[in-house]
């Protein structure tokens, strides 16, 4: 697969890059290195991060000025302008085992996250909701939960176990957004070899998803045909997002995590965010009502 599409937005090298987060408002991308316990943006050509004391992995918007951001042990509002946090909900805060994972905001103004544990035990990950006021764990038993985003035109948000290879998709109540019926098998990726990590939706409803070792963000229709395959210079993609002015660029990040040093001194865009333009078009990212 060649990479002529892809660009390389920032180039720096992430351990874990995760959690693409395209505010709307600000016209400016966020993203997270979890194992570098970072955040990270770009405004113009200046590259930015701020430094925590846990890792951090997914967040949404609040505002112009705020985010709202998963760690391993809490959710809490972060001010963009003074770097200042505060604390909305714990998170498996009595877990020292465990961190946050995958997340993002659903189109009631909740917010969705996965936690898992440090070093990927079965069964120790779940998928929780924080809305209004309330953090409830909705699956459990989980391992890697990845690829948590939700459908434009139906109440349905979909979410993957990675190490399973199957994309479940679950029925939302339309007034609540809370799950009103149980998640069912949607996408079996096992038969083409791919291996689900992060995912969103775009405009028309199709799930663009990251795949990770295939170097690739495939694309799939509401029924689940694969429509697209976009490489990246990057083996370990991690999570997509749609961003821009006209929401048509296809931010992605990567992870240099797990790759011999050879090949990242062969290869040094591994762990880099990139950016396909022209695709799409995706939707604004719904803000976090708090």
């Known amino acids: 697969m060649s990479h002529e599409r892809a660009e390389i937005y920032d180039d720096r090298p992430c351990a874990l890059g995760e959690g693409p987060l395209w505010h709307p408002e600000r016209d400016q991308l966020f ?3 979890i194992v570098k316990m970072r955040l990270c943006t770009r405004e113009a050509d200046t ?8 890792p951090v992995s997914a967040a949404g918007w609040v505002d112009h000025a705020t985010l709202f951001v998963a760690s391993a042990t809490r959710l809490f509002r972060f001010d963009l302008g003074t770097g200042e946090a505060e604390d909305v909900s714990p998170l498996e805060a009595q877990r020292t085992d465990t961190r946050s994972n995958d997340g993002r905001a659903d189109p009631w103004g909740g917010f969705w996250i996965s936690s898992m ?12 909701r924080y809305y209004r006021g309330e953090l409830r764990q909705l699956h459990g038993g989980l391992t890697i939960p990845n690829a948590i985003a939700f459908a434009p035109m139906r109440p349905l948000a979909y979410f993957t176990d990675t190490l399973t290879n199957i994309v479940q998709r679950q029925a939302l109540d339309p007034e609540t957004g809370w799950p009103s019926e149980d998640p ?17 939706t775009d405009a028309a409803g199709n799930l663009w998803i990251a795949h990770w070792g295939a170097g690739c963000v495939g694309a799939y229709d509401p029924d689940g045909a694969q429509i697209g395959k976009h490489p990246l210079p990057g083996r370990h993609a991690t999570c997509p997002a749609f961003g821009g002015p006209d929401e048509t660029t296809l931010y992605c990040t990567s992870a240099s995590e797990g790759i011999a040093e050879p090949i990242l001194e062969a290869q040094p865009e591994n762990g880099m965010t990139f950016a396909l333009p022209g695709l799409g078009p995706g939707r604004p990212e719904p803000r976090v009502l708090l």
Do not use: K, S
């Open 184 to 200: 069912v098998p949607w996408l079996d990726l096992g038969p083409l070899d791919l291996v689900p990590d992060g995912a969103v």
């Open 31 to 33: 993203w997270f290195d």
């Open 117 to 128: 544990g440090l070093r990927a035990e079965a069964g120790a990950g779940a998928i929780y």
């Open 47 to 54: 590259a930015h991060h701020w430094q925590f004391d846990e």
